[in-house]
């Protein structure tokens, strides 16, 4: 008994060997990996049918007196029987392929093994495939509860399954006497450095399961690395410049020799190799991407004729060409070239699935960002001209008023209401208009406002000195004058005082309107710039208008305030960033 069991080791080594070489080839590796199909099962069956005959082939023949040692078993003497592993691989290849795997793989080492003969061959046929059947069913049950089939589990099933042979040996083989002597010497020797050998074996398995781990998660953790890197450049869509930026990141961090990126028609980048022949703006050089395009469907290609370039000389020998879809509608291609086939490999192609599928997610993104800018933009225009016709028929009421009294006066503001809405018009189809326009407009209002209560009250200018280049929002200062005006001094006896200054502080343009009229209540006050208010003298939308246009042009940094107080006046301040990003500003 003690020595069988090292010409066992030596036995099993055979086996570990093979499967550490086999470990190292990529098909093995994912077969290894996961799910089967039904070709995989049939290549899981042929393989680990495979170790279960080489074991038959290197096993150790046992006579009655003795046991002997060959370096290739082809035939056993009726009398004789064979110590070998081949229960080892079959239970192996059931607990990863499950029960068609086992019955497969158990058949091809069971009825091996029958043939070489012995007057256990029966017996050994049916208990190997016996063990492939129950090995295989155990470890179907087991991934139903979502359990793992560990090193410690595949070890005792596969000692408890080689126990299980010796009884089958015991119960059928005759003579008797010749199968229980046989037992007394094969059994603990198999059935130890049987367990002995699935352990190394599934410490393979593991190794490359864990492998398998580190890869997806290096994977997915640059996937995501460039998918931040390359944001920014998507959020400006698809163009030869972010398409380009993009390109050179995703060469930067991968194994590509080229990367490229197209929409429907044209090559939009193309950085790396074979620069010289695949230029932005061209139109699609390679078959490889038209078929990606016309089939919404990754196109791999392994081979320099498989990319369909019309350019001989062009270097690049392997490509994998992915569809970029936004809402289901293909906008464009990813491609990463490779000058030697090799290198696409399995974790190139998944990371460039990975990738396309998260620069799609962010093609999607940045349209829907241009959507909400444009209604944004569409919103700001809305509110603008409702401010419009707010003071319009004000104006038009006075000027009708002078006609009857003061034809000259009526002629003066006449003009100054057309140049108050010609540069009323050209605010409307801009965002930002210089200061200087915006105080123009104001003069004219006043100059209109003044004349329907002349000696009401005064209004001062302080304006600090060259700030006239500087850009706001077309009427952001009109509104809030004539606030002042028609809701600080309504009935009001006393003369009323309007102060407008303007400065800068803390990289910030300060708007500032004070008056001294009769404040606005504390209720009031709460829905003031939140939401549009009734108003009995207008539309209730002027202060409302200016806030949403502040935080929808400079996106938050802007700042809107109001201080009042019942008897003493009314104070408004906006606050608006010099150097805001998009806005070009300027302080001469």
């Not at 022949?277 to 699609?284: C, F, K, R, S, T």
């Not at 008056?515 to 006050?525: A, L, S, W």
């Amino acid at each position: 008994m003690l020595n069988l069991a090292p010409l066992m080791i030596e036995k099993v080594g055979i086996i570990v060997i093979v499967a550490f070489l086999l470990s190292k080839m990529r098909s093995f590796r994912q077969m290894v990996q996961k799910e089967h199909n039904k070709n995989e099962k049939i290549m899981l069956i042929l393989l680990f049918g495979a170790f279960g005959s080489i074991s038959n082939f290197t096993g150790i023949e046992i006579s009655p007196q003795t046991f002997s040692q060959t370096g290739w078993v082809t035939e056993i003497d009726p009398e004789s029987a064979l110590a070998n592993t081949r229960v080892m691989g079959v239970v192996i290849g059931a607990l990863l392929g499950g029960p068609m795997v086992g019955l497969g793989a158990g058949l091809i080492a069971g009825l091996h093994r029958y043939t070489l003969g012995g007057f256990t061959a029966f017996a050994c046929s049916i208990s190997t495939i016996l063990a492939g059947l129950v090995a295989g069913y155990i470890s179907k049950k087991r991934k139903q509860k979502g359990k793992k089939i560990t090193s410690g589990v595949a070890v005792g099933i596969g000692m408890i399954l080689e126990a299980v042979q010796m009884l089958i040996i015991l119960l059928t083989a005759k003579p008797f006497e010749d199968a229980l002597n046989l037992i007394q010497i094969i059994a603990i020797p198999m059935v130890v450095i049987n367990g002995f050998g699935t352990l190394l074996f599934m410490f393979i398995i593991e190794a490359i399961m864990r492998d398998e781990v580190r890869v997806r998660a290096n994977q997915t953790n640059m996937a995501f690395r460039i998918a931040d890197l390359t944001l920014p450049f998507f959020r400006q869509g698809l163009n030869t410049h972010s398409c380009k930026k993009i390109s050179e990141i995703i060469l930067k961090l991968t194994d590509a020799d080229a990367v490229a990126i197209t929409d429907e028609q044209k090559v939009l980048a193309h950085v790396g190799a074979a620069s010289d022949h695949h230029v932005p703006l061209a139109d699609l050089t390679t078959g490889l991407t038209k078929q990606a395009i016309e089939s919404e469907r990754i196109s791999v290609a392994r081979s320099k004729a498989g990319i369909y370039c019309s350019h001989k000389p062009c270097p690049l020998e392997a490509a994998i060409v992915i569809p970029l879809k936004v809402k289901k509608r293909i906008a464009g291609t990813l491609k990463m070239y490779f000058t030697n086939p090799e290198k696409l490999n399995n974790v190139q192609q998944q990371l460039a699935e990975g990738l396309a599928n998260l620069f799609s997610t962010q093609l999607e993104l940045a349209e829907a960002e241009q959507q909400a800018k444009l209604l944004k933009d569409a919103e700001i225009k809305a509110l603008q001209a409702q401010i419009h016709p707010h003071f319009l028929f004000n104006s038009i009421n006075t000027i009708s008023a002078l006609c009857r009294t003061d034809v000259d006066k009526a002629r003066k503001l006449l003009l100054e209401l057309s140049s108050f809405f010609r540069g009323n018009l050209q605010g409307a189809r801009q965002m930002l208009i210089p200061l200087e326009k915006e105080l123009k407009n104001v003069k004219a209002y006043i100059s209109l406002e003044q004349t329907r209560f002349p000696n009401k009250y005064t209004i001062t200018f302080d304006i600090e000195p060259h700030l006239e280049k500087v850009y706001i929002p077309p009427f952001t200062l009109q509104p809030l004058v004539e606030n002042a005006i028609h809701y600080g001094f309504p009935e009001s006896s006393s003369k009323g005082d309007i102060n407008i200054k303007i400065y800068t502080q803390d990289k910030h343009l300060q708007i500032a309107v004070y008056d001294n009229g009769k404040g606005i209540p504390k209720e009031r006050m709460e829905d003031l710039g939140k939401r549009v208010v009734k108003s009995a003298k207008g539309n209730g939308t002027a202060i409302f208008n200016i806030s949403e246009r502040l935080k929808g042009i400079y996106s938050g940094q802007a700042g809107f305030t109001i201080k009042s107080e019942v008897g003493t006046g009314t104070t408004i301040k906006i606050s608006i960033p010099l150097h805001h990003k998009g806005v070009f500003q300027q302080v001469v």
